[in-house]
């Protein structure tokens, strides 16, 4: 069964590094996702991409952050300068879209660690 | 504001027994609703999706939406401690984001 990939399963950063996850969509998937949960927090939309553009996107999602999909599978996240607060568990998650269902498939996350 | 409410729990539940999880969202425009279950330090593992009134049924779960009331719910029949986890609902809202609640723990008690 397809599934949505994210490496790397874990990643440790300074603060004020730069850092970029990425993420393999299901192959056939045309909206692709980002979300954010802090450890013990709720799961938080960050943005949503399609047609190699942002369609809609959070107030987290500021400045610092940027989302690519430099080639016909990967989807990446870049935060720039790194906080302690940037520290939560990352998930990309992809969706077909049709006018019948919208199911979001996730990735098992990046867990981030800002030092 | 527009959210999505779930109680926190811990809902503890006995082996067997029927456990019940409620939902409510404030976004009218909501049309699509799902369930999703997430063990700690994982990622959330879609359960069920419901998209008009009524009930859906998949295997020990079943889904129920009331739009009118604003309330979507998740049935999961004959309990299973692998059932014991944190129970996500989501809605995408008139914007088209998918909006969390915060979770409801479930503990099933052997």
């Known amino acids: 069964e397809p599934e949505v990939t994210q490496t790397p399963s874990h990643q440790v950063t300074q603060m004020g590094q730069e850092v970029i996850l990425r993420c393999v969509p299901i192959s056939n998937h045309l909206y692709f996702y980002w979300y954010r949960q802090i450890l013990g927090q709720k799961v938080e939309f960050l943005v949503s991409?399609?047609?190699?553009?942002?369609?809609?996107k959070s107030e987290i999602f500021d400045d610092q952050f940027s989302v690519e999909r430099p080639d016909g599978s990967n989807f990446t996240l870049k935060i720039r300068s790194t906080k302690l607060e940037d520290s939560a568990m990352y998930f990309c998650?992809?969706?077909?879209?049709?006018?019948?269902?919208?199911?979001?498939?996730f990735g098992p996350g990046t867990r981030l660690t800002v030092l | 504001q527009k959210e999505v409410e779930q109680n926190s729990g811990p809902l503890s539940v006995p082996e067997g027994a029927i456990a019940s999880l409620n939902c409510t969202y404030s976004?009218?425009?909501?049309?699509?609703f799902f369930w999703y279950r997430q063990y700690s330090g994982k990622s959330p593992e879609l359960i069920m999706s419901i998209y008009s009134n009524g009930d859906k049924e998949d295997g020990r779960f079943t889904a129920q939406l009331n739009k009118a009331s604003q309330y979507v719910s998740l049935l999961i029949r004959d309990s299973q401690p692998s059932d014991s986890a944190t129970y996500l609902c989501?809605?995408?809202?008139?914007?088209?984001?998918?909006?969390w609640g915060a979770g409801t723990k479930l503990i099933i008690k052997p």
């Open positions: 976004d009218r425009g909501s049309q699509s």
């Open positions: 989501a809605v995408i809202n008139s914007n088209y984001q998918l909006i």
């Open positions: 991409f399609y047609n190699n553009e942002i369609s809609e």
């Open positions: 998650a992809s969706s077909e879209r049709t006018s019948s269902t919208d199911t979001q498939y």
